[in-house]
């Protein structure tokens, strides 16, 4: 079977399957944000991620110093999404013969700059050549925020019947930032600015992350491939199904202005926003959620309920009740049809 009928999920797990199950210190495995490991009595935690030309950048829009900080961005935010404190990177580049070398500084200007605001060192990597197209690829090790067994981590499969489904910040930012760039739309810049910072420099929700496992959150992930497809996902390794009330999205005033008839849908299945997806009791995001206000966090919105099923099932509710199905999943880089 082809690739593109598998699917990149389907593919993992097929992948998954033929691998030997790993030794006893490994925590989490295949299927989750980030893997993690426990030495010497330490949680270690670490993750990869690559941005190819033309699919998840354009260098006509995108500069060399954006693709070098979202590179480190979108690792450092799966770093984030397991609530734990990266430490150290590595960071592999393909690279055509006829590019400027400095265009090639540029681009370590962004990652220097992103690491260094999120305490994080670039210790290693490689260099290829790659004639059909930039690539850059980050690793990005880190540990927990504690050193108990098991630690305080957050986890896809730990989402439980009766659980407010919250996410943090806005969704939809980033994918109307992605059509302002392809439209080349002229807006004021202040407005602009919001939502092609949102696609181009996105901010990991490292702090938000961290407070969220030290106060007891265990299911969480970041949202990388839309909201919906993350969320069944989620709901999937949880064992459980979800119903989002589709008035409570947190959409930012400027994408509702630009986008008013396609911003519920950026924000369902956009991707890209790389904010933080969690489930846990009321009591639990009450008691966050005013931890987050204290500490000048980002905003926490609840947007629907943990229920029993359909396993893997995501729900819309409109405001009188009605039920939707989602209409679709999340990104597959492998499906008919993708637009990146
Ligand atoms: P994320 O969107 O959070 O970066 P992915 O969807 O890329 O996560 O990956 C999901 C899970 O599959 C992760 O645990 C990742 O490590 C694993 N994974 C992805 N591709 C491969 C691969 N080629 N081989 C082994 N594991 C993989
Ligand atoms: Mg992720």
Redesign the pocket.
Known sequence: MRVGQVGE?GL?DM??KNLATPPSPVIVG????A?VWRWSRKTSIA?T?TLVENVHFRLYFTTWYDLGWKCIAVNLS?IA?MGGIPNYALVTIGLSRDMEAESVGEMYRGMADISQQFGTTIIGGDTVSSPLGVFVSATVFGEATDDDEPPKLMLRSKARVGDRVCVTGFLGSSAAGLELLMREQKLDPHIAAVLLQAHLRPIPRLREGQELAASGVEAG??I??GLVGDLQKMCKLSGVGARILLDSLPIHEVTRRVFPARCVDFALYGGEDYELLFCASNDVVAATRRAFEAKGLAPITIIGEVVAGPVGEVTLLTEDGAELKASRGGYDHFAEGTRR
């Open positions: 999920f993992i992948l998954a295949i299927g989750d944000d893997a993750t991620d799966d999404a992930m970041d990388s491939d």
